[in-house]
C-alpha cells in the first residue's frame, strides 16, 4: 500500500474540518475523492502534503509515517501535489518550472526525467517551452504542473480538483494522461468535483460529506447513491 491514511483529523482554529478519515491506495492505482464544497477534500490533500499544521492520526506513505513533516520534508518523501488551477510560478518559463522539477528530482535521489521525455507525455507543452507560465491558457497551466511534478519522479501524485475551469475536450485529454502516469506505476489520489471524469479511471472512491467519509466504492455505485449531495 502507497499510501494509508488513518483516523485523519484536521481543525482550523476551532472548528474541525476533518474526522478521523481513513483511506487507502494500492501503488499504481488511482483513487478518487468527492464532495461539494466545503466538503472538506482540499485540506485532506494539504493535510497530506505537510501543508495543515493541525492535524490528528495517521498518514504513511511508502511506508514512512509522514503526519507532522513539513511540506518540503514531504516532498521529499515522493509525494507531490499538483494544486487546483495548476499555481505554479508564473515569471518562470515552460522548461524552467520543469528544470525546478528536476532538481527536487535529485533531492530526492533520482535522476528526474529528461525533457525529451516530457514532450513526449505532455506534446502540448513542447512548443510553448520559452512562454512565461503566467501566459498560459488554463489546460496548458494545468499540464505544466503535472508535467512539474512528473519530471521530479514522485511515487505518489496528489492532485486537487485537475477539471477546473478547464473545457471538456481538454479535461478529457488530462485525465488520459493522469491514467497514462498510473499506468507507468504512480500511485494517484485526485479530489474532483465532477465525479463523472474518474468514470473508468478511479479503481475506487470516497464520498466526504462535512469532513466525513460517507460512503466508498465504484465511483458509479458513488453517483447511484449520493446523486446530487455530489454536486
Sequence with gaps: ?????????????????????????????????????GAGKTTLLRSIAGLHPRVEGSIVANGSEIRGLRADQVALKSVALVRESGRLPSSLSVSENLLLGQRLARLRGKPGRSLAEIWRWFPILEPLQERKAGLLSGGQRQALALASAFVAEPSILLLDEPSA????????????????????????????????????????????????VVDVGPVEKLIENAGSRLM
Design 1 to 37: 500500500m502507497s499510501l494509508r491514511i488513518d483516523k485523519l483529523s484536521a481543525a482550523y482554529g476551532q472548528a474541525r474540518a476533518l474526522w478521523e478519515v481513513s483511506i487507502e491506495v494500492a501503488t499504481g492505482s488511482v483513487v478518487g475523492v468527492l464532495g461539494r464544497n
Design 165 to 212: 475551469g478547464l473545457a471538456p475536450p481538454v479535461a478529457r485529454e488530462l485525465f488520459s494522461v493522469i491514467g497514462q502516469l498510473a499506468g507507468s506505476g504512480m500511485t494517484v489520489l485526485v479530489v474532483e468535483q465532477q465525479p463523472a471524469w474518474l468514470i473508468g479511471l478511479a479503481q475506487q472512491c470516497y464520498l466526504l460529506e462535512v469532513g466525513r
